[in-house]
């Protein structure tokens, strides 16, 4: 019963990272209809950000969230200025799709070899002097840095909710998620719109990257796999339903865990992805389609 | 205040429009006949900015238009409630109607603009939280009418108002339509199937035939003419 408990919590917390890695990814490809493969080396971007602010300055990583989310919501204006706004010109969403993904395909070697370059091939991590504390919950331990993941996971996702359901901005973004053309002649800057939603995208991936950095550990290439990762949630998802990445990020982590207690943890990778072929088959428009 | 001037319009390669001129008065409701493909929509289209005229001038009070991109023409004040009323449907009609007020003057006076939408279409209070693509066709065209009075437009062009509906519905669109043109002095280009409907609404007509302009004048004359009545009501020629 113990080791249930104890893999369910983990579950958890490791969900909360999934929907966390995938509310940028989602964003972008909800509003736009772009696939941004470099999202992954956004999160690593994010994460040697916040690496550097503790090494150089000795900030909490926590504490530094706010500077990495300014750097990524700048470099997020950078690619659509740069990458993804050239695309618009195709009014065919099938024909963005494969566009943005060979172009921010081209984007991730770019970035993945220039953080090679700064800092090293090496796997790092930031560890604090609160980063081996754990709690008891229900006879289970948790780690201060998951639970403090699980927090911030859940804060941004209600925030992100907040901010399309209550702002002018977020009725806009949504306006142009739905009909972009009908957003503009009401009125809507779509393309402002586009480039403030990159923005947050970019900083969004910051986030996950200070809670992989502080929980995990991060290295150049390891953009693809929380990429990857960020993927399945949307899909569990269902493209477009934002408001769904926390529930299918958490069923998601809780799946791969409890799998443990059946098959050895290295499968975890491959039940995600069977999960991701069994969903595209049976459930395409997501794991809550048809409820509204 | 609009004057149009000799556009030519094309779909990529395909020309739309040749050399249309037209003009709207302050406060004037101005009717578009003609049948399907004539470019009814084009002309529209090219007003509202998602068309590019390729030569001539549209100019709106001053500002020309044919250079701006579409959110900009709705901040001079020319709005357009698109042919299949184009709504979000996922979102709710109040959540429809704020998106309306999006442009800046419409931004500050929005309570007082949301009043007025209601009390012109009682139904959008009703059901305000509920989710636009629930909408019955008539209820949708009401919103889709209603979101474009919410940006505060002097002109307000109208494609296709009755496609669609049940005759019941046609009317009573009709009706808010002479109401906010006499209340607010509102001008309105309309695009109509029903050349009936369309003419007897307008003070004045404009008939389109292959991408031209055939015919204009006031809406009365149109439509006791023999060549309207022979082309779009159904009457013949009477026997000599």
């Given amino acids: 019963m113990n080791a249930v408990i104890q893999t369910l919590l983990i579950g958890i917390v490791v969900g909360a990272l999934y929907s966390l890695v995938a509310l940028g990814f989602g964003l972008i490809m909800g509003v736009m209809r772009f696939v941004n493969i470099a999202h992954g080396s956004f999160i690593i971007i994010g994460g040697y950000i916040a690496y550097w602010l503790f090494t150089l300055w000795g900030i909490d990583p926590y504490l530094s969230i706010p500077a990495v989310m300014l750097c990524m919501f700048g470099m997020g204006l950078l690619l659509y200025k740069l990458a993804l706004a050239p695309l618009l010109k195709y009014p065919r969403a099938e024909m963005r799709i494969d566009k943005s993904l060979l172009i921010t395909f081209g984007v991730t070697w770019i970035l993945d070899n220039a953080v090679t370059l700064v800092w090293t091939p090496d796997t790092r991590s930031v560890i604090t002097s609160y980063s081996g504390s754990t709690f008891d919950i229900l006879g289970a331990r948790l780690g201060f840095v998951g639970l403090t993941g699980l927090v911030i996971a859940i804060l941004v996702a209600i925030a992100l909710h907040l901010l399309l359901r209550k702002t002018y901005f977020g009725k806009h973004v949504r306006a142009a998620t739905e009909d972009s053309g009908a957003a503009s002649l009401s009125g809507v800057n779509v393309q402002r719109t586009y480039l403030i939603s990159c923005g947050i995208a970019a900083a969004l991936a910051g986030v996950a990257g200070v809670v992989i950095v502080s929980s995990y550990s991060i290295a150049p290439s390891g953009g693809l796999n929380w990429l990857l990762t960020a993927m399945v949630v949307i899909v569990l998802a269902g493209e477009g339903n934002i408001g769904h990445i926390l529930p299918a990020g958490l069923i998601l982590g809780v799946l791969q865990s409890m799998s443990t207690l059946v098959v050895s943890p290295a499968y975890q990778q491959p039940i995600s992805l069977i999960v991701f072929i069994l969903v595209l088959m049976f459930r395409p428009n997501g794991l809550f389609a048809g409820r509204g | ?240």
């Fill in chain 2, 1 to 240: 205040m609009l004057e149009i001037s000799g556009i030519d319009v094309f779909h990529d390669d395909l020309q739309a429009l040749w050399d249309v001129s037209m003009t709207i008065d302050d406060g004037q409701i101005v009717s578009l006949v003609g049948s399907n493909g004539a470019g009814k929509s084009t002309l529209m289209q090219a007003v509202a900015g998602t068309l590019r005229p390729k030569t001539g001038s549209i100019v709106f009070d001053g500002v020309r238009l044919d250079r701006l991109p579409a959110h900009k023409i709705v901040e001079t004040g020319i709005c357009m409630a698109p042919e299949g009323r184009r709504l979000f449907p996922r979102m709710s009609i109040l959540e429809n109607l704020e998106v309306g007020a999006s442009v800046k003057k419409a931004r500050r006076a929005r309570q007082e603009t949301l009043d007025w939408v209601h009390e012109v279409f009682p139904i959008l209070r009703a059901r305000s939280g509920q989710k636009a693509g629930t909408l019955s066709g008539g209820e949708q065209q009401m919103l889709a009418i209603g979101r474009a009075l919410m940006s505060l437009p002097r002109l307000l062009l109208i494609d296709e108002m009755s496609l669609g509906l049940s005759p019941i519905a046609a009317q009573s669109i009709s009706e808010v339509i002479r109401r906010v043109n006499a209340s607010r002095m509102l001008a309105i280009l309309l695009v109509e199937q029903d050349v009936q409907l369309a003419l007897s609404l307008a003070h004045r007509g404009y008939v389109m035939e292959n991408g031209r302009i055939v015919g204009q004048g006031p809406a009365a004359e149109l439509l006791c003419s023999e060549e309207i009545k022979e082309a779009y009501l159904g009457f013949r020629k009477a026997q000599q």
